[in-house]
């Protein structure tokens, strides 16, 4: 006999990506309950990184008093070509050695309960779109711009998901084709010009140049230990290389939403992850690009926003990915 459950009973969602495990109960007016953060122990392969993650899970449970008998279901979004409707994760960069792992049957044969997969950018462009940024806009897409980059699509005041539930990987557009080889397989995408991860390899080879830069003191000379925010910083304060290499990014970011507004018209572009918060420093030179380069009627209708919800924009989508069902 199916497990009965009321409608609006609290959701477990999870965002999973290549350094944090965030997991959230849910309820069905998105409010979260309860939430509980750990590193992402993505270097020791997916076996270990679902472990991690089911530990997470039973014990933000437990600290609430609850059984999985209890929830709606548990619904994922995690970083990568998500396969939704058979519930694989066909390919992640961020999380090596990630191929085609049936992460939904694995985390719902452990638990016993329904589970959902998602991929995080589209669950953050559903729970902006419901609860943030974009409510009230029916036609919208979101960039999330951190360790790497995703992307979701609302089309019609629905998520667009694609004929495999894999749309949306608009960190792997081609910016340059002579461009830095991508774990993904393909050379020059978005995510590898525009990224943290791409904003800080950039910051170190100019240190490593010995271009003159406050960032080699604030790691004591260790540049490995340069990351984004660290860059941020440093641009802040006026140092001259940071601030170049993030318009850099910003003037690729801006490449990638002339192609965003000239291919779908969105009423709004939402940007989020780790990296938009950066602000105008990031925001205001992509936005240059735009006006400067895409077709004009849909340049003046997009509107380029930062996002609102920040951290818990992936629970709260993947919540109500799993409440849609």
């Given at each position: 006999m199916a497990r009965k459950v009321k409608s609006d009973a609290p959701i477990l969602a999870v965002d999973l990506g290549g350094t944090k495990i965030m997991v959230a109960l849910v309820s069905s007016s998105g409010q979260v309950i309860a939430r509980e953060r750990t590193p992402t122990p993505a270097g020791q392969g997916p076996v270990a990184v679902i472990d991690r993650l089911v530990s997470t899970l039973e014990r933000l449970l437990a600290e609430k008093n609850m059984d999985v008998a209890q929830l709606h279901s548990i619904s994922m979004a995690v970083a990568g070509a998500i396969d939704s409707i058979r519930g694989l994760v066909t390919l992640s960069p961020n999380l090596p050695g990630w191929r085609d792992v049936?992460?939904?049957?694995?985390?719902?044969?452990?638990?016993?309960?329904?589970?959902?997969?998602?991929?995080?950018?589209?669950?953050?462009?559903?729970?902006?779109?419901?609860?943030g940024a974009g409510r009230g806009v029916r036609d919208v897409v979101l960039l999330t711009v951190g360790t790497g980059i995703g992307g979701g699509i609302i089309i019609d005041g629905r998520l667009y998901p694609g004929?495999?539930?894999?749309?949306?990987?608009?960190?792997?557009?081609?910016?340059?084709?002579?461009?830095?080889?991508?774990?993904?397989?393909?050379?020059?995408?978005?995510?590898?010009?525009?990224?943290?991860?791409?904003?800080?390899?950039?910051?170190?080879?100019?240190?490593?140049?010995?271009?003159?830069?406050?960032?080699?003191?604030?790691?004591?000379?260790?540049?490995?230990?340069?990351?984004?925010?660290?860059?941020?910083?440093?641009?802040?304060?006026?140092?001259?290389?940071?601030?170049?290499?993030?318009?850099?990014?910003?003037?690729?970011?801006?490449?990638?939403?002339?192609?965003?507004?000239?291919?779908?018209?969105?009423?709004?572009?939402?940007?989020?992850?780790?990296?938009?918060?950066?602000?105008?420093?990031?925001?205001?030179?992509?936005?240059?690009?735009?006006?400067?380069?895409?077709?004009?009627?849909?340049?003046?209708?997009a509107k380029i926003v930062p996002a609102q919800l920040d951290d818990e924009a992936g629970v709260l989508g993947a919540a109500a990915f799993a409440f849609q069902q």
């Open positions: 049936p992460l939904r049957d694995m985390v719902a044969a452990r638990l016993g309960i329904r589970t959902f997969l998602i991929n995080d950018a589209s669950a953050a462009a559903l729970g902006e779109h419901q609860f004929a495999s539930g894999a749309a949306g990987e608009m960190g792997h557009m081609t910016i340059d084709i002579n461009g830095p080889k991508c774990p993904c397989g393909n050379t020059g995408c978005l995510e590898m010009l525009a990224s943290g991860t791409a904003i800080a390899r950039e910051a170190i080879r100019c240190a490593e140049r010995g271009q003159p830069t406050s960032l080699t003191k604030m790691v004591s000379g260790k540049l490995a230990e340069i990351t984004a925010e660290k860059v941020y910083a440093a641009a802040r304060e006026g140092d001259s290389v940071a601030i170049r290499v993030i318009n850099t990014a910003a003037t690729y970011l801006g490449v990638g939403l002339v192609n965003l507004v000239n291919i779908f018209n969105p009423e709004m572009i939402i940007i989020g992850g780790g990296v938009a918060k950066m602000g105008g420093l990031l925001l205001e030179p992509a936005r240059q690009v735009v006006r400067d380069r895409a077709f004009v009627l849909p340049a003046r209708v």
